[in-house]
């Protein structure tokens, strides 16, 4: 799978009137950084991709590849929610009568 975040990352600055000035600001990530991957010269650095990610509100597959990864939301309950106490679960074996 080709990365996309050039192209991704320029969709989504242009459609929400961003600039990599501000991501930068509220990412901590630089603005070399940014300007790397929206132009293409620079390789994304894994946890710079998280944090600009979590801050536009996308996944991190969707701004690397600029789609959905159907399997990403269940991993984020199990890493985010799962582990903090958000979910309780309980397993339970149950005796179906026969006949059902």
């Known amino acids: 799978m080709k990365l996309k975040i050039t ?57 690397l590849f600029g789609e959905e990864d159907h399997e990403e939301p269940l991993q984020k309950i199990l890493k985010e929610d799962f582990f903090t106490g958000t979910f309780e679960i309980t397993v339970k074996k149950v005796k179906l009568k026969e006949g059902k």
């Open 7 to 63: 192209q991704t990352l320029t969709q989504i600055l242009e459609s929400r009137r961003l600039t990599i000035k501000e991501i930068s600001k509220a990412t901590g990530v630089p603005m070399s950084s940014i300007s790397g991957w929206k132009k293409d010269n620079r390789s994304p650095n894994a946890e710079q991709v998280a944090k600009v990610a979590r801050h536009l509100g996308v996944t991190v597959h969707f701004l």
